[in-house]
């Protein structure tokens, strides 16, 4: 978006709707490569996250719990990704190397001049709560 205006072509819906999705697929992207740096490029600082066994309102303090949970994700597999302005749920299947097996996630990202500043994370936790010490 230019000016306040819509790319050609698109309505300002439209474009709102690509825009949040490319922040929050960028933000999927570097963490897929394990790029901290460029993941933190896409979150704003005072970051709201809520999920099932904590809660952050600092972008440092969400990222490093999601770094020290790395080493047991497999892969990720993306099921589906739905827009609407500045909203964008991602649906997708996290495959641990643990006997948690594979869960089915979905996350809430909202995005706010152009950077995440909130997300909410929702799956069954039950099988992860030994490893969280719950």
């Given at each position: 978006m230019l000016a306040g205006?819509?790319?050609?072509?698109l309505s300002n819906r439209e474009n709102k709707m690509t825009g949040a999705?490319?922040?929050?697929?960028?933000?999927?992207?570097?963490?897929?490569?394990?790029?901290?740096?460029g993941a933190r490029a896409h979150?704003?600082?005072?970051?709201?996250?809520?999920?099932p066994f904590e809660s952050f309102t600092r972008a440092?303090?969400?990222?490093g719990a999601i770094q020290k949970l790395h080493n047991i994700v497999e892969r990720v597999d993306l099921h589906?990704?739905?827009v609407e302005g500045d909203d964008v749920c991602v649906l997708y299947d996290l495959v641990t190397n643990t006997p948690a097996g594979t869960a089915f996630?979905?996350?809430?990202?909202?995005v706010s001049q152009g950077k995440i500043d909130r997300v909410r994370v929702v799956f069954d936790a039950r099988p992860f709560a030994p490893m969280m010490g719950r």
């Open positions: 205006r819509a790319a050609p072509g999705k490319d922040v929050v697929m960028g933000f999927q992207a570097a963490m897929a490569r394990e790029d901290w740096t979150l704003a600082d005072g970051l709201k996250f809520v999920g440092e303090d969400y990222l589906k990704v739905f996630i979905a996350e809430w990202h909202h």
